[in-house]
């Protein structure tokens, strides 16, 4: 979703007649996308707005403005701390980030950070610039913005706002735009993509999430169509059966589990079990046998003793996720866990993490390893003239020996025979 906003911004920037340069000692303009899902993602940012205090001081007509998550948490309080700051941009604004930067030229210190419940998106079209940076193969439509879960951990509600869904018409024509440049697969995005359709204070034409799949899949010339993320809460059995009933659609979820313990999942509020989680799983697969499965886990959440861990290796050993996304819980400001007793020490969160993700490479290596002998169709994302690798539909990135790739370009589909997997990729050879 950053990469996506950073996209956007550096898009209207160009269109205004700002051009890319190479460091920040030759920029006008230094302007930083932010991430405070975690506490290190916002350290960076501090650690950064240091590191320039020199420049600034050297050239003080350079702008330097702080968009994202943690622009949008702390507004004025950021700049107090950091007074080299001269534009704050919060998250429903990025859209007008050429008009927020020529105000903070005049008068710099503005902060444009209110979240306005009654928040539309825009329809975003890329222009030739975007398009070469981007590429034309896969690229992301967002469908919904903020989150209304408030899980006891989790910032994003705070810091994107309440859930706002996009009218089905803006989404299906920002899909055949992209489709009409020659665009093969659309990944749709939002926080909690299962509960599109519930809120959109403009009114205009909703569906539920389903029915937003069948439509975007049915638009002639999309090959592949993921979305992400989806809350397990909210995994209907409609949407399930979609893996069945649309050939496009990929057979890929990422659903994420945070913990394998049903006492952790409550006061994480996350409002489903290890029960309702595995029979999730059980009718996925049903749907369809090839599908694979990613999710995110936290460990060391307040409370969490050794039974609870192990109840999570224990998901891991029963659901054998292909892959994983792991992480240290990190108390953020404002929300609930912050408050929540029995903190966790950081070292045993460390060892924890270490004990999942080495299980986890373990077993995303015995899963690769059965792909070996089986032919795969490749969506290829780069060629050039070392390397060559693309997509399966499951995901997994694919690396094809390139010898065997002859006239070939991204954006091509190719049938690829598996020869060879580690823990994060396969490796196969063209098969025609
Ligand atoms: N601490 C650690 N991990 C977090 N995530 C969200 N909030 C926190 C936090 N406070 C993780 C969750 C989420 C992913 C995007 O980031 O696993 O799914
Ligand atoms: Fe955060 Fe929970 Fe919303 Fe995901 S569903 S963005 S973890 S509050």
């Given at each position: 979703m950053n990469a996506r906003d950073s996209e956007i911004m550096a898009q209207f920037l160009r269109q205004a007649g700002h051009k890319e340069c190479s460091s920040a000692a030759e920029a006008d303009i230094i302007l930083i996308n932010t991430c405070s899902i975690r506490a290190k993602a916002e350290h960076k940012l501090i650690s950064l707005l240091g590191a320039l205090r020199p420049l600034k001081k050297e050239k003080p007509d350079i702008i330097i403005a702080v968009a994202g998550c943690v622009a949008q948490q702390y507004g004025a309080a950021l700049r107090e701390k950091m007074?080299?700051?001269?534009l704050i941009v919060g998250t429903q604004r990025i859209y007008q980030i050429a008009e927020l930067l020529a105000a903070a030229r005049r008068k710099p210190g503005l902060i444009a950070g209110t979240l306005d419940k009654s928040y539309q998106i825009p329809i975003f079209l890329p222009d030739a610039a975007t398009r070469r940076r981007s590429g034309s193969v896969s690229r992301f439509v967002t469908i919904m913005q903020g989150c209304?879960?408030?899980?006891?951990?989790?910032?994003v509600p705070y810091t994107r706002g309440r859930e706002v869904s996009r009218q089905l018409s803006d989404i299906l024509e920002e899909v055949q735009a992209l489709l009409d440049q020659g665009v093969a697969e659309i990944t749709l995005l939002g926080q909690?993509?299962?509960?599109?359709?519930?809120?959109?204070?403009?009114?205009?034409r909703l569906c539920r999430f389903p029915e937003l799949l069948r439509a975007v899949a049915a638009l002639?010339?999309?090959?592949r169509l993921r979305f992400t993320t989806s809350h397990p809460k909210d995994l209907s059995d409609d949407l399930m059966r979609c893996f069945a009933e649309l050939?496009?659609?990929?057979?890929h979820v990422h659903l994420p589990?945070?913990?394998?313990s049903d006492a952790v999942l409550k006061r994480m509020n996350r409002r489903y079990d290890r029960q309702d989680y595995l029979a999730l799983v059980e009718r996925l697969l049903q749907y369809r046998p090839d599908m694979a499965l990613s999710t995110d886990i936290i460990v060391g959440f307040p409370g969490e003793d050794e039974a609870d861990f192990a109840a999570t290796m224990d998901m891991l050993e029963r659901l054998r996720f292909d892959a994983s996304f792991s992480f240290k819980y990190s108390d953020r400001p404002g929300t609930a866990s912050a408050n929540f007793p029995d903190k966790i020490d950081e070292r045993i969160k460390g060892e924890r993490l270490q004990v999942f993700q080495r299980r986890q490479d373990q077993i995303s290596l015995e899963r690769n390893r059965a792909y070996i002998g089986k032919r795969l169709e490749i969506l290829l994302e780069q060629v050039d003239a070392v390397s060559c690798s693309g997509r399966t539909p499951s995901n997994h990135l694919t690396h094809i020996n390139h010898l065997s790739a002859r006239d070939i370009k991204p954006g091509d589909f190719v049938t690829v025979v598996i020869t060879d997997a580690g823990q994060h990729a396969l490796r196969g050879e063209l098969a025609s």
């Open positions: 007074p080299i700051i001269d209304d879960n408030f899980c006891a951990y989790c910032v909690n993509v299962n509960s599109y359709g519930l809120t959109n204070s403009a009114g205009g002639p010339g999309l090959r050939p496009n659609l990929c057979p589990l945070q913990s394998g």
